[in-house]
């Protein structure tokens, strides 16, 4: 790769940071309880190095606390690293710190001059560009209030429109966009895409891997702060998610068999208790336990209960949820006219949902047994958590079956 056509250069690359077991807040504090100030250093980035073309979109990838924020804060300067090199060629704009320079008294026009500025505009350039940066918030009727009567997401609003309108060379984002409504987030999105293709460099930070697959030329995942992999984004999400599924797999079994009373406690779980949910497990087609499938596979959940009294009439369900909590899909083996069900002894129940054409993205399962019209002997909420993943690229919650025909 010609040195011209680097945008940005990250050669390994160290940070650390103290973090206090219990720092004193006062200096009397500090004075009788010197072991306060104990800490320790943690080290977050352990030599990383990269590189991204000019024009082109990578995502970091990686569980919490792996390094990927830090990465970013150190490639906008927030912070500085303790050994290594960063080089950014061109004007930065990052959407890590939205209206990190807002003053909540000036109006948002005042502010938008003094955010661009930050950026390194002139203001010939602001001037060009007011409009540009109004219209995109959406908030040309309040623009000349102060910043101070804005809700938190006309405030964001405001600072995700100056961010993106300062013809940067560079692009940084660090999970950012879930500003304002569903709309607004759409809106957001698409002028990522428009960006892009205009040749910005672009450098995201997210959990989402829908939105980096659509984005992204790469990924990079980073690991307990080393670059683990590299590559098309989809492959490296797929080898991501592998690895967390297989860590969600070791770490369900390192737990105890025992009964989960300890859910009940967080108000996910209700019931007279006379049937107990004690395990449920997923499997793939070819038998293997897995909790992370592909778009249109078969899932079979596996649902281990005890008993404790007979119950006549039960009847056993399930729901699909999102994240967001909406209902994707939900049944009962009454609705499905099954057969009148006597529990009397500990077993397993069993659903096998064939051609499973929910999205990429996680999915909470409800599971429930009733008795009767709808009695609630152990309804177990949040009961179970999958992930779908998808090789395509279209978007929504789950796949419709569909043909195109084109006239002419």
Known sequence: MAENDIAIEVRNVTKSFKVYLDKG???????????????????????????????????????????????????????????????????????????????????????????????????????????????????????????????????????????????????????????????FQTKCFNKLKEIKAQGTTIVIVSHALGQIEQICDRAIWIHEGLIKAEGPPKEIDLEYLDYMSRKMQEK??????????????????????????????????????????????????????????????????????????????GTNTRIDKQPDITISESGTAEILMKNVELLAGEYNIDIAIEQGEGIPIDYFRQAYRIQMISAMGDVGVSRIEHTWKLKR
Not at 48 to 65: C, P, Q, R, T, Y
Request: proline fraction near 2%.
């Open 25 to 183: 807040a006062q200096l009397k504090e500090r004075l009788l309880f010197r072991k306060r100030s104990r800490y320790e250093e943690r080290k977050v980035l352990r030599g990383i190095s990269f590189d991204v073309k000019k024009g082109e979109a990578i995502g970091l990838i990686g569980h919490n606390g792996c390094g990927k924020s830090t990465t970013l804060k150190l490639l906008t300067r927030i912070m500085y690293p303790d050994e290594g090199t960063i080089k950014l060629k061109g004007r930065v704009s990052s959407l890590i710190e939205l209206g990190a320079g807002f003053h909540p008294d000036m109006s948002g026009r005042e502010n938008i001059y003094t955010n661009a500025a930050i950026f390194g505009l002139t203001k010939k350039e602001i001037d060009a560009r007011i409009k540009d940066i109004v219209d995109f918030s959406e908030l040309a009727e309040f623009i000349d209030n102060p910043v101070r009567t804005y809700s938190s997401g006309m405030y964001m609003r405001l600072a995700f429109s100056v961010a993106i309108n300062v013809d940067a060379d560079v692009l940084l984002i660090d999970e950012i966009l879930a500003v304002g409504d569903a709309n």
């Open 252 to 329: 369900n079994k390192s737990e105890s068999d025992a009964e989960e009373v300890s859910e009940e406690e967080t108000g996910k779980r209700w019931g007279s208790g006379e049937v107990r949910i004690k395990k449920v497990r997923s499997f793939a087609a070819d038998g293997s336990e897995q909790k992370t499938f592909r778009t249109g596979e078969d899932i079979r959940l596996s649902i281990d209960y005890t008993v404790k009294k007979p119950v006549k009439d039960a009847v056993f369900g399930f729901g699909v949820f999102d994240m967001n909590g909406i209902q994707c899909y």
